[in-house]
T-cell receptor
C-alpha cells in the first residue's frame, strides 16, 4: 500500500503555544487528506477534510481557528494546533487518498501524540 | 455524518479459534466499508474492504460480510493468532467526499 508519513510522532508543548503536525504522502499524490483525533480507548473522530489548493472542510464542532489546516501541495498537509491547552492533548492521525485510485482506501499515517503541559 | 457503531467493545478468543467482530451502520447511503486494525500507539492499518454491491469478500484469513438490509457488517478472522490482538474498527464512506467515519472499535485479545 501507499505510504503516509506523519511528523513528529510525539510532541510535548507548553500551554498557550502552537504546534504544527505534518502529513506527507510519500509515493503518491494526495488530492485529499483527512485529519482525525483519537482519545484513549476511543474511536477516530474526523476533524476535517482538506483538498489540495482549497480551504479545509471542518466537521461540526471542530474550531477552524483552533485547528488550522493547510494543504498547499499534493504531498503535504499540515495541522497546526494554535494556543494549545491540556484538553487538546490527544492522538492526531492523518490519512490521504487520491482520486486516481478511485473510491478506495485511505492510507493512514502513524499518528502524532500531542501532550500539552 | 455517518454513524458506525460496534456491538461489543471487547472480545477475547483462544488462539486458533475464529473471531467475529460486528459493526452496525446507520446511513443507508454508505457504499464503501473498510476494516482497520490499530495497534497501540499506531495508526490504523487496512485489513479488508467491501463495496455495497457485494455481500462477501475474502482475504487472507479474513472475511468481511455485508448485510445491507439490516445495515450490518462483520469481520471474521480465521485461526486467530496472538498477533491479531489489537483494536478493530469498521469505517464507512459515502458520496464523493469519501470521508471515512469510524465505529467505536472492538478490542480483540487472543489468549495463547
Amino acid at each position: 500500500g501507499a505510504v503516509v508519513s506523519q511528523h513528529p510522532s510525539r510532541v510535548i508543548c507548553k500551554s498557550g503555544t502552537s504546534v504544527k503536525i505534518e502529513c506527507r504522502s510519500l509515493d503518491f499524490q494526495a488530492t485529499t487528506m483527512f485529519w482525525y483525533r483519537q482519545f484513549p480507548k476511543q474511536s477516530l473522530m474526523l476533524m476535517a477534510t482538506s483538498n489540495e489548493g482549497s480551504k479545509a472542510t471542518y466537521e461540526q464542532g471542530v474550531e477552524k481557528d483552533k485547528f488550522l489546516i493547510n494543504h498547499a501541495s499534493l504531498t503535504l498537509s499540515t495541522l497546526t494546533v494554535t494556543s494549545a491547552h491540556p484538553e487538546d492533548s490527544s492522538f492526531y492521525i492523518c490519512s490521504a487518498k487520491t482520486w486516481d485510485r478511485g473510491n478506495t482506501e485511505a492510507f493512514f499515517g502513524q499518528g502524532t501524540r500531542l501532550t500539552v503541559v | 455524518g455517518e454513524s458506525v457503531g460496534l456491538h461489543l467493545p471487547t472480545l477475547s478468543v483462544q488462539e486458533g479459534d475464529n473471531s467475529i467482530i460486528n459493526c452496525a451502520y446507520s446511513n443507508s447511503a454508505s457504499d464503501y466499508f473498510i476494516w482497520y486494525k490499530q495497534e497501540s500507539g499506531k495508526g490504523p492499518q487496512f485489513i479488508i474492504d467491501i463495496r455495497s454491491n457485494m455481500d462477501k469478500r475474502q482475504g487472507q484469513r479474513v472475511t468481511v460480510l455485508l448485510n445491507k438490509t439490516v445495515k450490518h457488517l462483520s469481520l471474521q478472522i480465521a485461526a486467530t493468532q496472538p498477533g491479531d490482538s489489537a483494536v478493530y474498527f469498521c469505517a464507512g464512506s459515502y458520496g464523493t467526499g469519501n470521508q471515512f467515519y469510524f465505529g467505536t472499535g472492538t478490542s480483540l485479545t487472543v489468549i495463547p
